[in-house]
């Protein structure tokens, strides 16, 4: 599975973006879809997990109202709609894929694919 992550940029506090990640080469139907993000000299931090049919979501402390992960399998397409930014949100962003789904959705090596990130940027 390769992932495509997509959709940062600079967005003022309080604004909203949203990123999109599309598989290929395999369907995501059966993976639990996440966001991670990793600010400069911080350690790579989870954002949300949705899992294989959509009807379970999980997401940080840091983000909990104001982001929404969703996806549709049939677009192979994963989103994160984030709003009310703030500076502290700036990070790359990163989209991965995990054959599980459970208590351990936090952990950075459950999963197996990961997209090559995408900058957002937060101004205050």
Known sequence: ?????????????????RLSCVA?????SMYSMAWFRQAP????EFVAVIS???GSR?????VKGRFTISRDNAKSTVWLQMNTLKPEDTAVYYCA?????GPTYRQTSKYVYWGQGTLVTVSS
């Open 97 to 101: 894929a995990s054959p599980d789904y």
């Open 41 to 44: 000299g911080k350690e790579r």
């Open 24 to 28: 290929s080469g395999r369907t995501i």
């Open 58 to 62: 999980n997401y940080g402390d840091s």
């Open 52 to 54: 294989w049919s959509g």
């Open 1 to 17: 599975v390769q992932l495509q992550a997509s959709g940062g940029g600079l967005v003022q506090a309080g604004g909203s973006l």
